[in-house]
């Protein structure tokens, strides 16, 4: 999961790809790091189900122990994407930046969170 998550952050950073494919891969590397959270938390929530990619950001702060501010900054991003998926809403090069920097923080965060938790079961 992280391999897929690093790929995901690798492509975000990347100053020549567009500001909304940076903006999805970000999206992309955030939803990663929920699921890695998610499984690591002992949950195995049905992807195939509705409201899986709302229920992997919103559980973060049960699974990750991330702030609820900060899961309304991800929601919103989750949000976003969904608008530029499929109404084509263009992302702006700050969002897209804030994106990539908010999935940067979480990865690290998720990852500290997972190798702490292991340590202490």
């Known amino acids: 999961m992280y391999s897929a998550a690093d790929r995901a ?3 975000a950073e990347s100053p020549s790809a567009a500001a909304d494919a940076r903006f999805g ?3 992309q590397a955030i939803l990663l790091a929920a699921t890695a959270a998610m499984l690591a938390s002992g949950n195995r929530p049905i992807a ?3 409201g899986y990619h709302q229920l992997l950001i919103r559980a973060l702060t049960r699974t ?3 702030e609820p ?8 991003f989750r949000l976003a994407r969904i608008r530029a998926d499929y109404f084509g809403e263009s992302v702006s ?5 804030e994106s990539v920097e908010e999935a940067r923080d979480l990865l690290a965060q998720v990852r500290a969170w997972i190798d702490e938790n292991r340590a202490s079961a």
């Open 64 to 66: 990750a122990g991330v």
């Open 48 to 50: 195939s189900e509705p």
């Open 93 to 97: 090069d700050a969002v897209a930046a």
């Open 25 to 27: 891969l970000a999206c």
């Open 9 to 11: 952050l690798e492509g």
């Open 69 to 76: 501010r900060r899961v309304q900054v991800l929601e919103a």
